[in-house]
């Protein structure tokens, strides 16, 4: 699930230390190290987009046989579930979903969930974030309500999904490891020493924050 840089604001929050430029460039690179790191794990993907006039630009900017689609809904909730029910409806099984905003995102935890949905005929996997969303989402089948009276952009997200899954009944539910979204400063300044150690775990953007690091690394780090 994406919104397409240049035609959706992009990391907000991440202004002013960002200009509106550098967030849609850093939004771009996010894209394409996740789309990477995506191939490690999964044969087929599908890049479910919004708003619908940047399909040209999302097309030329995913991997060869990606598949676009539009996000549907007024919501979240909505445009999840609409997403989830076309994939299943293109022959996809089991379907994970995920944002661009955890680029750095081990492999091992979407290995996880993969393994877990795949041996469970009513598997769901979901994965917490630091400030109280969720990373992924998975599921070996549609589940309707999963996504009920959601308070979403809030630090309830993951609690309330998890209770309605829990509340469906009957499903095996595996939590995954804890990890973050980059999403305000502190985020940056988090994901900037991640690269320090390791540029190779999402080089497009490593590569960017070296080119950019006068203009942000510092205000970052000490935010």
Not at 150 to 172: C, H, M, P, Y
Request: hydrophobic share 40%; net charge negative; aromatic share 8%.
């Amino acid at each position: 699930m994406t919104k397409v840089p240049g035609f959706a604001d992009v990391k907000t929050r991440l202004r002013p230390l960002l200009s509106e430029g550098q967030c849609v460039e850093l939004a771009r690179c996010f894209l394409t190290d996740t789309i990477t790191n995506l191939a490690s794990i999964f044969d087929r993907r599908i890049i479910a987009f919004t708003p619908d006039e940047g399909r040209v630009a999302i097309e030329a900017h995913v991997a060869a046989g990606d598949i676009c689609i539009p996000q549907r809904g007024s919501d979240l909730g909505l445009r999840l579930d609409a997403a989830i029910a076309e994939a299943f409806e293109m022959g996809f099984w089991p379907v994970i979903v995920i944002g661009t905003d955890s680029p750095t995102l081990p492999p091992e935890y979407l290995a996880q969930a993969l393994d877990h949905l795949q041996s469970r005929g009513h598997g769901v996997a979901i994965g917490p974030t630091d400030d109280g969303g969720f990373y992924l989402i998975g599921v070996s089948r549609q589940r309707e309500g999963m996504f009920n009276n959601i308070t979403w952009s809030s630090n309830q997200v993951f609690e309330q999904t998890e209770a309605n899954i829990r509340d469906i009944g009957n499903l095996d539910l595996l939590v995954l490891p804890r990890w973050y979204d980059v999403d305000e400063p502190k985020d940056l300044a988090q994901f900037i020493a991640e690269m320090d150690s390791d540029p190779n775990l999402a080089r497009s953007t490593s590569r960017w924050i070296t080119k950019n690091q006068k203009t942000f690394v510092r205000e970052s780090r000490e935010s």
